[in-house]
């Protein structure tokens, strides 16, 4: 049975814009709309399988409708240049998926699909149209139905007659007349004044149409109400005209031209590749094998490695360089099964269960020896893993996800699918696809395992000259070759030393925690007058609000707003506020850390093994997950007591933590050259008191606690771009008191205001900026016209450079100490990196020259135009060494 779906373009497209965060692909093309039109598309081309489409756009702002009505849609904003660039990106996938689009001069998109729609009805065609403007509902027939996009694209409403009546209870031609009377803002059609929908509909199920309202016009109930429909009449009989939607558009096809037979995925691929849709690319890879992919199964001869063909197999690693995969069935490589390894050359491709590796001598000496270069996905993760299993990984001198990373790390993802995907002319499977998620998650084994892992070891051949290239051209590869990669290779050693965790102490703190968690709940009771659930925001809300009487912040859907930024407000005004602030803290503490480091402890030695992320933060930042160890609150004292349970893993060892002194200030003197600012660091003055008193012109026995609260807020807030507004609120000052505070400090440290204003105007000029070490972010939205992400963009170009360029130096110290402490034949071991700060442990007989190298090759890792310092502390537990 023929099925015709007619799409307003226009409509879907903007729904598209502004449902997604504004996208780009590396050539800069805005897509965000054309993503979220094409998945919407693609969804209703499945679900409805259609064998007519066509896809209406509007030809221009003036209509038949402005001859009426001058002013019709006259209040409507312009196009931002970011959605309407996307409008020729949207036909052209169009084109190149077969699907028929039209525009007509002098008519709108509605009067195109309201034409088809009635050739439709005409020849009893099952027809859905697809649009988010409720006007056309007034379409709908027994044959013609409307999917209303509701929240963005995805989520839809189906109307047919009964449900038009439902929701209205109206037919559908009476839509026309409910616009009549109420008018629509959004195509600025006045209708009557002060008749909203409420009234028009009350008015529609007396009377029937506006002719009949009209007429009945000294029966309608109220006397403003009678006065505003008399002095209208005129204007509710032109808005219903405008409000109608034309079925005779004059157009030169007819509904036999929109046949459609579903889209060639070879002619369609290349252009999603082009666009980044990598979903997209994904799921017509998947239902296409006929998909030019350069891993397909069928192009690869894979062996699969047996005790009996090893001899067979020992020249391969004569080869300058494999490509090696290590496949496991979890994301926590420390605690996951290793369940094979692939090997790639340009030749050959070798499937290698586990356990047969194990036993590969050749294999397992050619993986150790460091001179043997290998390429690698991820591999820190492929060292920890396959260490559990007395494999050792070294030689590691390419690393796919890092280069990737590297090249651009706001990429949305790295996982080697995507990188495929945006990089060669092919596409991978990614593994949620392979393998499912969740409780659908099934094990591959035999011919197909071997195939998923050949396919990317094969995959990752091609890559690494691509990025290698790229590393070369964007100027990356020494901040590659020389930090990021021989950090990877420390990181790995770090987590697999782990940390060890004083079991007994972590519960007594856990007991410790619990028993101040029931202090502050009866604390809280008390000053309520009642008892309610803590944790319930609609029973909080009620109690501070209704019970308390506190002043309404903010509300949310459901109630009261109990954010936390909201009691931090509200704390001065109650001191329950302060105590459901500090029991929110405790429940922190024991939830997420007296529980969650109990949960990772390892039992086989007593350690946590964090895993370090390494391709996430756009700044280069590391953080760590399994647990986070880098989230540690630590300006409460139980927070700080957290660390006493870190502890070293040897008798008579002590932790020794090296943390750097403000060092994204000192970088931020060094890049701004601000001489007050520098020297501030060369006079050994502290910073923040510095500040204080050029802000607030006073001498520095004149500095109060406050004021050096105040001015190191704006110390750290200028490093992260802070604007007016969040310094007011870190604060509790006015927006306009912290204007003119950061305007103060800008005057007091005019480099400053220069390096700010500099480095926008080149990441204007270039799209990116970069770190002292080269390293790049880039920033497409430093041009757009929309303020707030252009706003944004110009904060992150401030402060990237500053954080980005402390990550560096923190790397490049960590790379420079592993030969340090080999050099100086000490014994200990670096841990754990913390921000800006580096834990080890050592003997206590090595701690004065353990503290004497760990300072010389943190300060020395950069040459600054201020010196780096390094407190360094020591202790029998983490806490201790603070």
Known sequence: MDKLVLIDGNSIAFRAFYALPLLTNQQGTYTNAAYGFTMMLMKVLEEEKPTHVLVAFDAGRVTFRHSDYEEYKGKRDKTPSELSEQFPLIKKILDTMG?????????????????????????????TIVTGDKDLLQLVTEYVTVLMTKKGVSDAQRYDIAEIDQRYGLTPKQIIDLKGLMGDSSDNIPGVPGVGEKTALKLLHEYGSVEEVLAHIDKL????????????????????????????????????????????????????????????????????????????????????????????????????????????????????????????????????????????????????????????????????????????????????????????????????????????????????????KGAKRRQLEGEELAVHLTRKTEAMVKLQSILEEELENTGLSSLFFQVELPVSHVLAEMEWQGVKVDKEGLQELGKELSSRLKELTSNIFDLAGTEFNINSPKQLGEILFDRLGLPVLKKTKTGYSTSADVLEKLAPQHEIVEEILHYRQVSKLISTYVEGLMKERS??????????????????????????????????????????????SQENWLLLAADYSQIELRVLAHLSGDENLIEAFHSNMDIHTKTAMD????????????????????NFGIVYGISDYGLSQNLNITRKEAGEFIERYLESYPGVRKYMDDIVKKAKQDGYVTTM?????????????????????????MNTPIQGSAAD????????????????????VMLLQVHDELIFEA?????????????????????LTVPLRVDVDAGKTWYDAK
Not at 102 to 125: F, N, P, R, S, V
Not at 773 to 797: G, H, K, V
Not at 812 to 826: C, F, I, N, Q, Y
Request: hydrophobic share 35%; with cysteine.
């Open 99 to 127: 699907i028929r689009h039209h525009e007509l001069d002098g008519y709108e998109a509605d009067d195109i699909i309201g034409t088809m729609a009635c050739q439709g009805d005409q020849q009893k065609m099952k027809t």
């Open 221 to 436: 109930p109220g006397k403003k109400l009678k006065e505003r429909v008399a002095e209208h009449q005129e204007q509710a009989k032109m808005s219903k005209q405008l409000a109608t939607i034309l079925c005779e558009t004059p157009l030169d096809f007819d509904l036999s031209d929109l046949e459609y037979h579903s889209f060639d995925s070879a002619k369609v691929a290349p252009l999603f590749k082009q666009l980044e849709f990598k979903t997209l690319l994904q799921r017509i890879s998947s239902a296409d094998e006929e998909l030019p992919v350069s891993t397909q199964a069928k192009d690869l001869t894979i062996h699969h490695i047996t005790e009996e063909n090893f001899a067979k197999w020992d020249s391969l690693f004569d080869e300058d360089q494999l490509s090696l995969f290590v496949e496991m069935n979890h994301p926590n490589y420390h605690r996951a099964e290793v369940l094979a390894l692939a090997l790639s050359s340009e030749e050959n491709h070798l499937y290698i269960p586990i356990s047969v590796a194990q036993k590969w001598e050749a294999f397992k000496n050619w993986l150790a020896d460091p001179k043997k270069e290998k390429c690698a996905y991820d591999g820190k993760g492929a060292h920890v893993a396959l260490r559990r299993y007395g494999l050792l990984a070294t030689g590691i001198s390419f690393d796919v996800m890092l280069a990737s990373y590297l090249i651009n790390p706001s990429e949305s993802g790295h996982e080697l699918s995507d990188i495929v995907t945006r990089k060669l002319d092919a596409s991978l499977p990614a593994d949620e696809d392979v393998y499912g």
């Open 603 to 648: 039992e086989d030695d007593g350690k946590i093994h964090t895993r370090f992320q390494q391709a996430i933060a756009a700044t280069g930042r590391l953080s760590s997950t399994d647990p986070n160890l880098q989230n540690i609150p630590i300006r409460m004292e139980e927070g700080r007591r957290i660390r006493k349970v870190f502890i070293p």
């Open 695 to 714: 802000v607030f012109d006073v001498e520095a026995d004149d500095v109060t606690p406050e004021m050096r609260r105040h001015a190191k807020a704006v």
């Open 773 to 797: 070490l080269d390293r790049r972010r880039y920033l497409p939205d430093i041009n757009s016209p929309n303020f707030n992400r252009r706003s944004f963009a110009e904060r992150t170009a």
């Open 809 to 828: 130096i923190i790397k490049k110290a960590m790379v420079e100490m592993k030969s340090a402490l080999d050099e100086a034949h000490l014994s200990a």
């Open 843 to 863: 003997p206590e007989e090595e701690l004065e020259k353990l503290t004497e190298v760990v300072r010389r090759v943190m300060e020395d890792a950069v040459e």
